[in-house]
């Protein structure tokens, strides 16, 4: 039963660097989701994804990109990482007529 | 105002007791509401959803008061393994619609 699956579960970049964080489900779910949880901020959308191919943006979405290109796997982009983006991510996916979103384990970056 | 406000805690408490948290939101609109418990440095994971006419799941309720716009977890006999963080989650309406999730509250059930 894997369910959501991140990598990877710990980073440290340097400012300026690039990574990607990949998300992956085997339920396949329509919605994918990337949240960002920082400490007193609660979980907060970055963006989202409701179909392959689709994506859409969150809450904070600044410095951030995504791509669904296969339904099953959603890409989180950090084109050059700043250290305001420390923080944990969760990659979440739901289906269409489903309550429950499931979540990955996280992802702690840190950016020094 | 925030969307979705919780009291951050902690809420500390001895085994046995009973605990209750409340979560307010400001959108009327919302019809969706759930309880998601998050363990330390752990994913969030749905605990129960909310419904209008309240609901028990073992020692645990949900009720949901539209009037007042919030919803309540009552904790029953606590148990150690409750420690957790309790997140309050509200989406707006079905499919995709925008979900809000609360900051947490944090448990601590002491022995």
């Known amino acids: 039963n894997a369910g959501v699956t991140q990598t990877p579960k710990f980073r440290v970049l340097k400012t300026g660097q690039s990574m990607t964080l990949l998300c992956a489900q085997d339920m396949n779910h329509e919605y994918m989701y990337w949240y960002r949880q920082d400490p007193g901020m609660g979980l907060r959308l970055i963006h989202y994804?409701?179909?392959?191919?689709?994506?859409a943006k969150g809450e904070v979405p600044d410095g951030y990109n995504v791509s669904r290109l296969k339904k099953q796997n959603f890409l989180l982009g950090l084109e050059s990482a700043a250290p305001s983006q420390t923080s944990v991510y969760f990659c979440?996916?739901?289906?269409?007529?489903?309550?429950?979103?499931?979540f990955g384990q996280g992802t702690r970056l840190t950016v020094v | 105002r925030k969307e979705v406000e919780q009291d951050p805690g902690p809420f500390n408490v001895p085994e046995g007791a009973t605990v209750a948290f409340n979560c307010t939101y400001s959108?009327?609109?919302?019809?969706?509401f759930f309880w998601y418990r998050q363990d330390c440095r752990k994913e969030p994971k749905l605990l129960m959803s909310v419904y209008s006419s309240g609901n028990e799941d073992g020692r645990f309720t949900a009720q949901l008061n539209r009037a007042s716009q919030y919803i309540s977890l009552l904790i029953r006999d606590s148990k150690l393994s409750d420690s957790a963080t309790y997140l309050c989650?509200?989406?707006?309406?079905?499919?995709?619609?925008?979900?809000?999730f609360g900051i947490g509250t944090k448990l601590q059930v002491i022995p």
């Open positions: 979440a996916s739901r289906g269409s007529s489903d309550t429950e979103a499931f």
């Open positions: 994804s409701v179909g392959e191919g689709t994506t």
């Open positions: 989650v509200v989406r707006l309406g079905g499919g995709y619609q925008k979900v809000t």
């Open positions: 959108n009327s609109a919302s019809q969706s």
